[in-house]
């Protein structure tokens, strides 16, 4: 009985299935060109022709050093989504305040919207300004923005639970100026579910200030309606 063929020749690994130092740097710098946008591992493999075998690999090692890490796009939540662990997501990506690991934060926005509430019935009428410094100095560890709270008190007049007039310098409105944009509580005591639905979409959306009936960003080609609800609206 004759012994196994030491002869043969097994076959080599293909040197192009190897992950190389400069595969994982060329794919850490371009992470991190993307900075606070991120980038999705489909294009990670577009854009430098790595083999995706490779750029798994790769992301892996780069995971486990901690140089970039994982996070949730609110637009495409399926999607893997890389960035450099120096950048924090910006609020497209995120969503901004409102939103906590990739979901809307109720809790926080229903705070907000009472605290807003407070504000205007105590001040009777006032501008988003005044009801900002008034939030400020009730709780001077608050963390909103000036233009978050104006986001906020969109969203209640959009479900009419504030009004958006301009002063007359008179009555209720003898703290603001004439002619000055100012908030001040609707006297009703019905509110409409359509309402706080609209809020939740639009009152709290990151790109709300650059959305414009027929423009690019539009309620008709809107990702987060589809994103939040799961569904097509248009």
């Known amino acids: 009985m004759s012994g196994p063929d030491l002869s043969r020749k097994w076959p080599r690994p293909d040197p192009s299935s190897r992950p190389t130092t ?20 489909a294009d990670i493999k577009r854009e430098t022709n790595i083999p995706q075998a490779i750029v798994q690999n790769q992301i892996k090692m780069l995971l486990s050093t901690e140089l970039i890490k994982e996070v949730t796009d609110i637009r495409y939540k399926s999607r893997k989504v890389y960035m450099a662990a120096e950048f924090e997501p910006s609020d497209e990506i995120s969503g901004g305040t409102w939103f906590s ?29 005044m009801i900002y410094k008034g939030m400020k100095k009730s709780d001077p560890n608050i963390i909103y923005t ?14 009419k639970e504030v009004e958006e007039i301009k002063s007359t310098g008179k009555g209720d409105f003898a703290n603001v100026p ?19 639905l609209t809020s939740i979409l639009c009152g709290v959306c990151p790109r709300l200030r650059d959305c414009t009936p027929d423009d690019e960003i539009s309620p008709s ?14």
């Not at 400069?22 to 591992?41: F, K, M, P, T, V």
């Not at 000036?146 to 479900?159: E, K, N, T």
């Open 221 to 234: 080609n809107c990702e987060y309606y589809k994103q939040w609800l799961g569904v097509e609206y248009f």
């Open 146 to 159: 000036r233009q978050q709270i104006g986001d906020i008190l969109q969203s209640l007049v959009i479900d």
């Open 22 to 41: 400069g595969e994982r740097d060329e794919i850490l710098e371009l992470i991190r060109s993307r900075a606070n946008r991120g980038i999705w591992s």
């Open 101 to 129: 690991g990739g979901s809307l934060n109720k809790e926080a926005i229903n705070d907000v919207r009472k605290r807003c509430k407070q504000q205007t019935m105590m001040l009777k009428a006032a501008t988003a300004d």
């Open 178 to 196: 004439a002619g000055k944009v100012c908030y001040r509580t609707v006297q009703s005591s019905s509110s409409t579910q359509v309402g706080a």
